[in-house]
T-cell receptor
Framework: KAGVTQTPRYLIKTRGQQVTLSCSPISGHRSVSWYQQTPGQGLQFLFEYFSETQRNKGNFPGRFSGRQFSNSRSEMNVSTLELGDSALYLC?????????????FGAGTRLSVL | AQRVTQPEKLLSVFKGAPVELKCNYSYSGSPELFWYVQYSRQRLQLLLRHISRESIKGFTADLNKGETSFHLKKPFAQEEDSAMYYCALGTSGSRLTFGEGTQLTVNP
């Protein structure tokens, strides 16, 4: 089985722009979660989607949004980029939306905001 | 609110020595605890979870609800164990709250 695929791997944007990141989960997985990883804050939960519905949301401003499609692929959008949004964005998929299920992580998208 | 604390950012041991990576959590509900590991240039992956009560690569972790801890232990460290280790708390759905991580270095 192919693993979790995130595209693109690297992005460079300038302040004020918007960006869309993509995540393709493992085949058959219905839950997709997004995390932001920074040296200062570590790994922080952004949101989780299950069957096209956002089920959980972390403490991030409304500039961060996402969606999930019927094939479970997910996108994350960040509008009006700020310098502090520079981070590694990780996506994780699991078979179901139960915390007992193993989450499989992608390699991440590294976003640099200039 | 849930919280995970890993008090050591860096931990260095010699090959063959015992190693213990500490993890404490704060959560009012019934916790689901995990250890994730990230080897150099690899993606984050699950090492073990408390419900499985298994030993993976010689590592074990016991959930102590009284002390709210989930320390990771290995009796004899190997050089290939050098990696970043994250303790994580599962709450609602697939949401994970991670600790800040401990960088383990096993010296020859």
């Amino acid at each position: 089985k192919a693993g979790v695929t995130q595209t693109p791997r690297y992005l460079i944007k300038t302040r004020g722009q918007q960006v869309t990141l993509s995540c393709s989960p493992i085949s058959g997985h219905r839950s997709v979660s997004w995390y932001q990883q920074t040296p200062g804050q570590g790994l922080q939960f952004l949101f989780e989607y299950f069957s096209e519905t956002q089920r959980n949301k972390g403490n991030f401003p409304g500039r961060f949004s996402g969606r999930q499609f019927s094939n479970s692929r997910s996108e994350m959008n960040v509008s009006t980029l700020e310098l502090g949004d520079s981070a590694l964005y990780l996506c994780a998929s699991s078979l179901s939306g139960d915390s007992n299920y193993i989450q499989y992580f992608g390699a991440g998208t590294r976003l640099s905001v200039l | 609110a849930q919280r995970v604390t890993q008090p050591e950012k860096l931990l260095s041991v010699f090959k063959g020595a015992p190693v213990e990576l500490k993890c404490n959590y704060s959560y009012s509900g019934s916790p689901e605890l995990f250890w994730y590991v990230q080897y150099s240039r690899q993606r984050l992956q699950l090492l073990l979870r408390h419900i499985s009560r298994e030993s993976i690569k010689g590592f074990t972790a016991d959930l102590n609800k009284g002390e709210t801890s989930f320390h990771l232990k290995k009796p004899f460290a190997q050089e290939e164990d050098s990696a970043m280790y994250y303790c994580a708390l599962g709450t609602s759905g697939s949401r994970l709250t991670f600790g800040e991580g401990t960088q383990l270095t096993v010296n020859p």
